[in-house]
């Protein structure tokens, strides 16, 4: 199993961060396990509010727990609520059960860690991770072909709406009768 390093952890935090930038978010903090799931690196940008460390370890650490993105749990406990409870029960460390976490992989598919944000929506905790990862040369779950999918049991979920490109889509008005 490849490990990350600190300085590739870091990279994507930075990068994380400066789409955040690019995006006006609210202040993140990023919290990026490895893929045991313990502890490689944590940011929190000023102006990030408490216990922000704390909601992105347990983002990325449901990713990891689950292998899939936190949304994708989230929607697991909604379809599924006592197979959720009975995991939270075995889980080893706290899982926070709300979008924002990303498993990261190499150019062959391995999880090799995850990265959680918290600060903002989940949509743009997610595309800020997202960024992140690719523009350190990583991969998501959603930069693999469908057969990638099956070979590597990738769960896709449904696409991330942009809240930006939401935001200047013209309203549409209502037909007449």
Request: hydrophobic share 40%; charged share 30%; aromatic share 6%.
């Amino acid at each position: 199993m490849r490990a990350i390093t600190l300085d590739e952890a870091v990279k994507i935090i930075n990068e994380t961060f400066a789409e955040a930038k690019r995006r006006n978010a609210y202040p993140l903090t990023a919290v990026l396990l490895d893929a045991g799931g313990r502890m490689k690196a944590a940011l929190k940008q000023d102006g990030a509010s408490l216990l922000r460390f704390e909601v992105s370890y347990g983002k990325a650490y449901a990713a990891l727990a689950m292998g899939r993105e936190s949304r994708q749990v989230l929607q697991k406990a909604k379809d599924k609520p006592l197979f959720m409870q009975s995991f939270l029960e075995l889980a080893d460390g706290p899982m926070f059960l709300e979008g924002g976490g990303q498993l990261i992989r190499d150019k062959d598919g391995e999880v090799i860690g995850a990265i959680a944000t918290t600060g903002d929506t989940n949509e743009v905790d997610d595309l800020c991770a997202i960024a992140g990862i690719r523009a350190a040369g990583f991969k998501t779950d959603q930069d693999f072909s469908e057969a990638d999918m099956r070979r590597l049991n990738i769960k896709r979920g449904p696409p991330i709406e942009d809240p930006q490109k939401a935001a200047s889509k013209p309203a549409r008005l209502p037909r007449r009768a």
